[in-house]
């Protein structure tokens, strides 16, 4: 029963409330462009050329050319130190915040690569997965994930205690989801 459950609630998360979102967002999208699509269509008197499809054709490009000015505005200098700024000082606050955006996005920036060292922690007689995210002298600040990325916990522990992998945040990230997958094997590299 939870596996049909966790079946459904997969489907609803994963797949209609994104189409869904998107639906709407591109309605709306079209509802903004439309009068500029009209204008475009009577000084081109484009439905001559290209018939019932006019506005489809204008809208549909107008949505591309905003997609890429878009995108280029965000390449911007300006526009990225905005966006970092919003990340470092609201979003990093939320907890595992990271570990969202590495499952979302499937990628890591540079910050995340040169910030987050992958690591093992030694915990008795047996070893925790765990990402390094500040140090010290004598000490490492360790966030130990759980495999679901959707909890763990944050430690402070003795450098002597952490054992650093040669294994970049993305891969290291990926193999988590994997439910920690040959990351054995970069212990023994070391």
Same mark, same amino acid.
């Given at each position: 029963m939870k596996k049909l459950i966790d079946l459904i609630f997969d489907g609803y998360v994963k797949v209609l409330f994104p189409i869904v979102v998107c639906i709407f967002l591109l309605e709306k999208l079209l509802k903004i462009i439309h009068p500029v699509t009209i204008f475009v269509r009577e000084k081109l008197h484009t439905s001559r050329i290209l018939g019932v499809l006019d506005a489809f054709l204008i809208s549909t490009l107008i949505l591309i050319i905003l997609g890429l000015l878009a %995108?280029? *505005?965000v390449k911007s200098q300006f526009v990225r130190s905005k966006t970092k700024w919003f990340e470092d000082t *609201? *979003? $990093?606050k939320i907890p595992f915040y990271n570990e969202l955006k590495s499952l979302l996005h499937r990628d890591t920036n540079e910050a995340d690569e040169n910030n987050y060292h992958p690591a093992l922690v030694k915990d008795g007689d047996f070893y925790l997965l765990g990402y390094v995210t500040g140090k010290s002298e004598r000490f490492y600040t360790v966030v130990i994930c759980d495999t679901n990325l959707q909890g763990g916990e944050l430690r402070v522990v003795s450098k002597d205690l952490v054992k650093l992998l040669n294994i970049s945040f993305f891969e290291f990230s990926r193999r988590i $989801?994997?439910? %920690?997958?040959n990351v054995a094997y970069f212990a023994e590299e070391e």
């Open positions: %995108g280029l *505005l *609201l *979003l $990093r $989801r994997q439910y %920690g997958a």
